[in-house]
Structures are given as structure tokens and as C-alpha cells.
């Protein structure tokens, strides 16, 4: 198994993306904490994972209250005393026209998309150095490089995270971290009943390559292969996995 005995956090893993990923995680042998403000559906989701054989634990913790997140990695350290894999993928996609957007609005969506990344890898950052050994993955989005109407905040958030990933890259590295993001399509999840435009879903399908919906497993694979030691060669990137939708 490519991530046998890897210590994992995945953030907004209570559904969607964040939990095909800790579900795959776990089938690849990691010890996999499920982060996420929804407590009832993050230790579900442990359970089912559980129930497979796997080894899961919820936590609530919302990524916008730097103390949650403390609390939990606080336990994490003191059960397991390090932190292998940290997946930064907790995010929102409300859909309003920049014209209709108000400030609080913006900064919602950049509170829980962008800085969590501030508040989540402050915390797991200084064990990995200490250990001189550490993968974080963040989870960023395709419509950066498409643009998207009606998602400007989204839009903008997902972009500063690339930026962040590059740049974190850079100050790490000499202590044998990794950091790395992927850029998803248009993946099928639950969040589609509350945020998706049925109309502009249709549109993307229609130009990918891949003429079919992708799902969270196609977004967990590459995941563990930048959590394996099969990405020990990578720093800085983004992968980009879209079905196709963008060709560069």
C-alpha cells in the first residue's frame, strides 16, 4: 500500500472531494483524521470508513477558528507524535454576480478557502520540520485558469492558493517538505444540489476530452500519489485534472 502507516489530515472530509480522499487514503494503509465543521457527517463518513477496514477518526473543527484546528492537531501529535500528509481542501462556492457580491460575502469565501491554508499549515508546519519529512497538498480549482462567472471570490481565493503553494514550496523545501496542489474540474458531489449551474456543469462536460462527469475518485488518486514517496521528486506544482477541460 503506497501510504502504509502515513499519519493524514484531510480537511472538509465530511463529504465531496475531501472524503474520496481520506477514503482512499485509508484503503492505501494511512491513518486518516477527518477535519470538517459538520460533526454528525465527518464521523459518519470515519465510520464508513471504519466499517471498510480502514483507520479513521473525526474531528469537528472548523478551518476558519484557528483553535479548532489547534485542538486537533494538538491530540493528533500527542497520539501519534508527527503528522505525515496534510490535504488543505475545505471550501465553499456560493455562486453571486461580483455586482451583487457584498464584503462580507468575499470575505467568507476567502476566510474558509484562502486563509485556512494560514491557519491549518502554521499548525502541522513546524512537527514536518522538526522531522524533516512532511507532504501538504492543497486543493484548488480549474475555473483559476478558466475564469467563471458569478464565482469572482471563489475564483480569486483558488488562485492565491497556487500562489501560496509556489511560494511555500520555496521556503521548505531545504527541510524536505513538499508542497503540492491539484487543480480539479467539475466534479460530482453533494454540494452540486446547493451551488451548481446544471447549464454551465453541461458546458464544461461538453469540452473536456473525457466526455463524462468526474468524480472524487478521480481526484483521490492523484492525491495519494502526491502523498506516496512516488512524488518525492515534485515541489511547487500543480496538477491539473480536469478531464481535459484545459490543455497546457
Known amino acids: 500500500m503506497l501510504l502504509n502507516d502515513k499519519v493524514t489530515i484531510v480537511t472538509g472530509a465530511a463529504m465531496g472531494i475531501g472524503a474520496g480522499i481520506a477514503e482512499e487514503f485509508a484503503a492505501q494503509g ?14 459518519q463518513r470515519a465510520a464508513a470508513i471504519r466499517e471498510a477496514g480502514g483507520n ?11 483553535r479548532e484546528v489547534a485542538a486537533a492537531v494538538e491530540e493528533i501529535l500527542a497520539r501519534h507524535g508527527r503528522l505525515d500528509v496534510v490535504v488543505n ?26 486563509k485556512s491554508l494560514f491557519h491549518v499549515t502554521k499548525l502541522v508546519l513546524p512537527p514536518m520540520i522538526a522531522r524533516r519529512s512532511g507532504k501538504i497538498i492543497n486543493i484548488s480549482s480549474v475555473t483559476f485558469f478558466k475564469g467563471m462567472a458569478k464565482l469572482t471570490h471563489y475564483v480569486a481565493a483558488k488562485g492565491g492558493m497556487i500562489g501560496f503553494t ?26 452540486e444540489a446547493v451551488h451548481a449551474d446544471p447549464a454551465a456543469i453541461a458546458e464544461i ?6 466526455n463524462r462527469r468526474l468524480l472524487p475518485a478521480d481526484i483521490a488518486g492523484p492525491c495519494v500519489f502526491l502523498a506516496s514517496s512516488l512524488s518525492d521528486g515534485m515541489t511547487g506544482q500543480t ?10
Open 30 to 43: 494511512a491513518t486518516v483524521f477527518l477535519l470538517d465543521r459538520q460533526e454528525e457527517l465527518c464521523e
Open 56 to 66: 479513521a477518526r473525526a474531528f469537528r473543527a472548523d478551518v476558519t477558528k484557528p
Open 89 to 114: 481542501n475545505a471550501g465553499i462556492y456560493p455562486r453571486r454576480l461580483f455586482a451583487d457580491m457584498t464584503e462580507s460575502e468575499w470575505d467568507e469565501v476567502h476566510d474558509v478557502n484562502l
Open 166 to 191: 509556489r511560494a511555500l514550496a520555496r521556503e521548505v523545501g531545504e527541510h524536505n517538505i513538499h508542497v503540492n496542489c491539484i487543480t480539479p474540474g467539475a466534479i460530482r458531489t453533494e454540494g
Open 205 to 210: 462536460q461538453s469540452r473536456q476530452c473525457l
Open 239 to 248: 496538477l491539473n485534472v480536469d478531464g481535459g477541460l484545459i490543455l497546457y
